[in-house]
T-cell receptor
């Protein structure tokens, strides 16, 4: 039973355009949502997070949107750059825990020239 | 400031053997979590240590055990290795009750 889902295994976007990565969750016990980026042979790198009491958080080129009623979040990258090409994981924290995270299966983003 | 460091980076073991993986958390972090990432999957939570105690545990058998030392570093032990234990093992650290976890580069374990 997958509680955090990333239904798009891959996404290709032109440099300079917007990348939108989506994530759905099923469990209302999650209180924080995070996005990680992973290059091959490296561990995941933390990108941005959002509390369940907010609907938007922005950090430079990265914005995360949360729609609690739809149990859906998305990561927007504007403008996309070739260095953004990586696998992106959505993760959710269990309420009442310290960083016990449940991850999605990832979306591979390729930014083309 | 060193981030999360893990050793070794790669390891090959035979079925039935035991393995120990090590992790040093980021400076200032007192909570260490371990994850298993199989090929094509997201990381799966194994367990978490805080103040030298196991605080949370995921859906993993008792063959998986751990330890946290007074300096907050941690070990993951896996007994009676199975072929299915082949995966990337990731250590993550976080400060206190913070949500953001910072990951090491992982240990690639291959069981043959």
């Amino acid at each position: 039973d997958q509680q955090v889902k990333q239904n798009s295994p891959s996404l290709s976007v032109q440099e300079g355009r917007i990348s939108i990565l989506n994530c759905d969750y099923t469990n209302s016990m999650f209180d924080y949502f995070l996005w990680y980026k992973k290059y091959p042979a490296e561990g995941p790198t933390f990108l941005i997070s959002i509390s369940s009491i907010k609907d938007k958080n922005e950090d430079g080129r990265f914005t995360v949107f949360l729609n609690k009623s739809a149990k859906h979040l998305s990561l927007h990258i504007v403008p996309s750059q070739p260095g953004d090409s990586a696998v992106y994981f959505c993760a959710a924290r269990w309420s009442g825990t310290a960083s016990k995270l449940t991850f999605g299966t990832g979306t591979r983003l390729q930014v083309t020239l | 400031d060193a981030g999360v460091t893990q050793s070794p980076t790669h390891l090959i073991k035979t079925r039935g053997q035991q393995v120990t993986l090590r992790c040093s958390p980021k400076s200032g972090h007192d909570t260490v979590s371990w994850y298993q990432q199989a090929l094509g999957q997201g990381p799966q939570f194994i367990f978490q240590y805080y103040e030298e105690e196991e605080r949370q545990r995921g859906n993993f058998p008792d063959r998986f055990s751990g330890h946290q030392f007074p300096n907050y570093s941690s070990e993951l032990n896996v007994n009676a290795l199975l072929l299915g234990d082949s995966a990337l093992y990731l250590c993550a650290s976080s400060p206190g009750t913070g949500a953001e976890a910072f990951f090491g580069q992982g240990t690639r374990l291959t069981v043959v």
